[in-house]
């Protein structure tokens, strides 16, 4: 197994731009001016096809995003005003990201822009982003990120835009330019005119002083991060007029491109193929797992006890340390998952965790990327998530019948565990179960739950065809546990057909877990 260390350079170099991408960044405009009646004369027909493209995009399956990025006095906030003008209000989301708040400094540096991705037919306008913290922290006054610690950030915007591409979200990604002198230029404007002297600040000032080394980073940083799917967009910002209408025209232009190869995409539906293993080691791991285990119900109060108070205890000493737990619940039907939460849950403050039962996605989850409803409940520092049922049902219940595409769930495997790193980077403890229980087993717990009146919501006719399908999903979670089983997030493997024994090994996992990780 790879070291930590190691692991993530393994992970961090697949995040690297494809080499043979060598477009270059597009420029949309030079250095021309626009006289106002040129300008009001080609309003007309811009706005209505504004107006279309947003009525278009309410019946299509993906979204916008607009980024809108820039040198300070570029105009970013006049640009976005004045296209949410032509735009109708109701299709727009507009999001400015200034210091994070409390909440989210808890929180992954992800989670802010995560929770306001647009649903699917919407198009949302990103004043400030990512790049914008990237650079506000290389503006600082005290010494900007190492390059280590900015590349990695660079690897981790790559994937976070490609996840978004793939997906099938159209990124726009616009740099409004100015130069050092159209820069200077427009401070000085600022600051003339008393109802924009506010605007001048003494960070807009800071910028200027420090225009050269805030240039080769942005240089750097739009290298990096232009790529198939989230491509930058160099606009010339020197003549306001020009700005907006090449903005506005870029926007026409990326959706009507996009629409044509989503339509593409949409023709030839595929099929789920037969079930094939693609790494035969977890199905082996899987297969090798003793299920014989036996513990008596004296036994099983005895140890008990002991190891609920240990747990109590680990979880208040991370809650001190503002150490966040996730756990992830995952394993057949019947195997014991709900019981065996109960059982853990009885050692932690009600008021300190949240259960996330997951079952088939809402309309309104539809419409996001699937990782999104598992990123808004990301816990709070010192608190504790526990997913019954989590991100995996997309190389799960998903791959096997059909609700993703091949390509989907085969890229999910790096999706899930770049969200996973990401978790424990910024000190989040998770903690993966995997309960497995034989067939035969199962049937038997199927029956008694049709037998037992206060079971039988427990089971119904999917429960029954997913049975049928044991094979297929043998392999899925071998796949799983296989290409997911990474040195900060691994599987743990808990033999379920005795469900004494079964929760007994749950407490102690957890409760070694969470002390391993604080110390």
């Not at 009885?346 to 079952?359: E, H, K, T």
């Amino acid at each position: 197994m790879l070291s930590s260390h190691a692991a993530r350079k393994t992970r961090l170099d697949t995040l690297r731009p494809r080499r043979h991408f060598s477009k270059p960044m597009a420029k949309a405009t030079d250095d021309t001016r626009l006289s106002k009646k040129a300008y009001e004369a080609c309003l007309p027909a811009l706005r209505e096809q504004l107006v279309q493209l947003q009525v278009q995009l309410q019946a299509a399956p993906f979204k916008i995003l607009l980024i809108v990025a820039g040198e300070e006095g570029c105009g970013r906030g006049e640009t976005i005003n004045t296209l949410s003008g032509w735009l109708d209000p109701r299709g727009v989301e507009t999001f400015a990201f200034r210091e994070p708040t409390d909440e989210e400094r808890e929180r992954p540096l992800m989670w802010r822009y995560w929770r306001c991705l647009p649903a699917e037919g919407r198009l949302g306008i990103f004043a400030g982003s990512w790049y914008t913290e990237t650079l506000r922290e290389q503006a600082a006054v005290r010494a900007p990120k190492t390059t280590t610690r900015l590349d990695h950030e660079l690897a981790r915007i790559r994937h976070f835009e490609k996840l978004l591409a793939d997906n099938g979200t159209l990124v726009v990604k616009v740099w409004l330019h100015l130069s050092k002198a159209d820069q200077r230029r427009r401070l000085k404007e600022l600051a003339a005119d008393p109802d924009t002297a506010w605007r001048a600040t003494e960070e807009a000032r800071h910028h200027h002083r420090i225009y050269d080394r805030l240039a080769r980073t942005a240089e750097k940083i739009r290298a990096a991060t232009h790529q198939p799917g989230a491509p930058w967009t160099i606009i010339n910002a020197s003549d306001s007029r020009t700005r907006n209408l090449s903005v506005a025209r870029l926007l026409l232009h990326r959706f009507a491109a996009h629409q044509k190869r989503e339509a593409a995409k949409a023709s030839a539906p595929a099929r789920p193929k037969a079930p094939k293993s693609l790494k035969p080691a977890g199905l082996q791991r899987l297969l090798a797992l003793p299920l014989d285990q036996k513990l008596s119900a004296d036994a099983y109060e005895e140890k008990r006890e002991k190891w609920l108070g240990r747990l109590n205890r680990a979880v208040r000493a991370a809650q001190a340390k503002k150490r966040s737990i996730v756990f992830v619940f995952e394993g057949w039907d019947a195997a014991g998952k709900g019981g065996a939460i109960r059982r853990l849950t009885s050692a932690i403050d009600a008021r300190d965790y949240r259960v996330i039962p997951i079952a088939k996605p809402t309309d309104e989850e539809k419409a996001h990327h699937y990782l999104w409803r598992f990123w808004r409940h990301v816990p709070r520092a010192g608190l504790v998530t526990l997913y019954d049922r989590s991100w995996y049902g997309r190389v799960l219940v998903e791959r096997l019948e059909g609700f993703c595409t091949e390509p989907e769930w085969k890229r999910a495997y790096a999706e899930m565990n770049d969200f996973e790193e990401q978790l424990t980077e910024h000190g989040i403890i998770v903690i993966k179960f995997w309960m497995h229980v034989s067939r035969d087993e199962q049937l038997k717990r199927f029956r008694e739950r049709e037998e037992t009146a206060y079971k039988q919501h427990k089971i119904n006719a999917e429960d029954w065809r997913n049975r049928r399908k044991w094979h297929a999903y043998e392999i899925a979670v071998g796949d799983m546990l296989a290409l997911t089983d990474t040195p900060c997030a691994p599987w743990h493997l808990i033999p379920a057909n005795n469900k004494r024994h079964a929760r007994l090994q749950i407490l102690r996992t957890a409760t070694k877990s969470i002390e391993d990780a604080l110390a």
